[in-house]
């Protein structure tokens, strides 16, 4: 076992395969602290709030912004659970 350790191609292999695995969770790391101190996350109203800019310019039409609030609403548990948040009356109420 230590005369296939002593060669010098074997020694290689292991240290890149070592420096892949290090670079690997570097990675990973970083991908995770970026996404959690980045906190960019948009909220649903500010979503909802820019699509509705998107139709008064006219860049998406009338149906297409109700099928985007209505799949909002669909992946939203806790809107679709507060009474009170019907986004068709605020639109309404911006004309």
């Known amino acids: 076992m230590m005369d296939l350790l002593s060669d010098p191609t074997v020694k290689a292999g ?8 290090l670079a690997a969770a570097a990675f990973f790391l970083v991908a995770r602290l970026r996404d959690y101190t980045a906190q960019d996350w948009d909220t649903s109203d500010d979503r ?4 509705e800019e998107m139709r008064l310019k006219g860049d998406i ?9 209505a799949a909002t609403r669909a992946s939203d548990p806790k809107e679709a659970t507060q009474p009170g948040t019907d986004s068709d009356t605020e639109s309404d109420s911006h004309r």
């Not at 909802?48 to 699509?51: D, E, G, Q, R, V």
């Not at 039409?61 to 609030?69: A, L, P």
């Open 61 to 69: 039409s009338e149906e297409e912004f109700r099928t985007i609030q």
């Open 14 to 21: 292991l240290a890149l395969l070592i420096v892949i695995v």
């Open 48 to 51: 909802l709030s820019n699509f």
